[in-house]
Structures are given as structure tokens and as C-alpha cells.
């Protein structure tokens, strides 16, 4: 049995967790975005394919189905699939403008595709027969804000 120095071992655990976040990266069903699917929203509601759950946990574990569930239910970070034609039009109860949204992304197009961090318990919740993804569909006032790393946010259950 070859010994291992704690130096090599912390080495070690960090390519095991790096590599367990790559191998959840491509497991990913992000094909809601480029391939499309049957819904077209209206006014000024947005399309939100949730980021799915857990399936290891940071050091390897596998995450049992319950937890996963839980954990989808929980979490908030959603990547954008569609925007309806009025997304960025109007303004908000407080009267702020919806156009000025976030720096850069001032139009629907612009927001296809970004992930986004929105409030917990809102919107409507589809399942997709053909493949059984879940689309959410909110409104644009609802996002809180654009995340670069979806992975970065914990969820707790």
C-alpha cells in the first residue's frame, strides 16, 4: 500500500472533487436550449431550465433520491430558455423601469441562456413529457439577479 503525505493526499481530494464537478457539468440536460421544446411564453413571463440537483456530494458521496428531490425544490438558480416579447417592457409595483434589468442585458435576447438566481416559491412548474425536464416560468421582476456560476450557491434542506 503506497502512503500518501498529507501535502499529497489534500492534492489528491482536490482533483477527486474537481473531477466529480466536471463529471456533473456533463450530466447536465442543458438541451432545452439548444434544441427548443413546445412552449412559446407570452407577454412578459420568463423560461427558467432549474440547474438539477446534486447527484455526489462534495466529497463523493452519492446523494441519496430524497435528498435530491429536496434539494431541487430548494433551489433557485435557473438557467434562462425563452423570454416572452415583453419581457422588458413596463415597470415594477415600485415603479422602477424593467429595462434597466442588469448591466448589459437590457433586452430579451440578452438573457437567453444566462443563469439566474430568482426568489424561492414562484412561478409555475412544468414537466416535460418527452424527456421529463422541468421548466419553470416566471416573471422578469422575480429574478434577483445573474450568477456566471451556478454551482457556487448551497441550498439548504
Request: glycine share 8%.
Amino acid at each position: 500500500m503506497m502512503k500518501t503525505s498529507p501535502a499529497n493526499s489534500s492534492v489528491v481530494d482536490r482533483a477527486v472533487q474537481r473531477a466529480l464537478k466536471e463529471k456533473e457539468a456533463e450530466e447536465r440536460p442543458y438541451d432545452l436550449l439548444k434544441d427548443g421544446f413546445p412552449f412559446t411564453p407570452s407577454l412578459w413571463h420568463i423560461v427558467i431550465g432549474p440547474v438539477p440537483p446534486r447527484t455526489h456530494s462534495e466529497g463523493g458521496i452519492e446523494v441519496i433520491d430524497s435528498s435530491q428531490e429536496a434539494e431541487a425544490y430548494q433551489k433557485t438558480v435557473g438557467q434562462v430558455l425563452k423570454c416572452g416579447p415583453l419581457a422588458f417592457e413596463g415597470k415594477t409595483a415600485s415603479g422602477q423601469e424593467l429595462r434597466y434589468f442588469a448591466p448589459g442585458i437590457q433586452q430579451p435576447n440578452e438573457l437567453i441562456g444566462k443563469f439566474v438566481v430568482h426568489q424561492s416559491n414562484v412561478g409555475q412548474i412544468f414537466r416535460l413529457r418527452h424527456s421529463d425536464q422541468v421548466i419553470k416560468v416566471i416573471l422578469l421582476e422575480q429574478i434577483l439577479g445573474v450568477t456566471d456560476d451556478p454551482d457556487a450557491w448551497k441550498f439548504y434542506i
